[in-house]
């Protein structure tokens, strides 16, 4: 089992950053449209995805939007962090194989344990794929906690 270990409200500090990386793979297109609902073909049929702008099957956007979320509750604030709010405005594709790096940056600590939180996604080449923004409730005090191992899920 992993731990995570996460940054309380006292000790946070502007500019401040921490990252979070996953390839985007066959399966998990399959399973966060199974999760979400969301059977867009540009995200499930290649044939149709080729007669798209895109020209190939493209993940969902909110599985970027996922990613964010998993940075920010494991990585930075980590775990404890309750979410606000979130902006995000989709700059580019991301295509099956692309591997998403999260960065985070605190931007402003607000009264109250607010804090504004950069939440940027790059693609393997570094193109920004995602530019938001976060508000979150940041904790208060310091905790490791063990992340749970997810049991093996099949697709069929």
Aim: a negative charge; aromatic letters at 6%.
């Amino acid at each position: 089992m992993s731990q995570s270990s996460n940054t309380p409200y006292d000790i946070l500090e502007i500019g401040q950053t921490a990252s979070y990386s996953k390839t985007v793979e066959e399966r998990d297109i399959q399973l966060f449209a199974a999760v979400s609902g969301d059977r867009n073909p540009v995200h499930l049929d290649a044939e149709y995805a080729a007669t798209t702008m895109f020209k190939q099957r493209i993940a969902h956007g909110m599985f970027s939007g996922a990613l964010i979320s998993a940075a920010v509750a494991c990585e930075l604030p980590g775990p404890g962090t309750i979410y606000l709010g979130q902006s995000m405005r989709f700059t580019a594709p991301v295509k099956l194989g692309d591997t998403l790096t999260v960065r985070l940056e605190i931007l402003e600590k607000l009264p109250k344990f607010r804090v504004r939180v950069a939440t940027r996604v790059f693609n393997q080449n570094d193109e920004l794929v995602v530019d938001g923004e976060a508000e979150i409730l940041a904790p208060r005090k310091q905790q490791t906690v063990e992340l749970a191992e997810l049991p093996p899920i099949s697709i069929g």
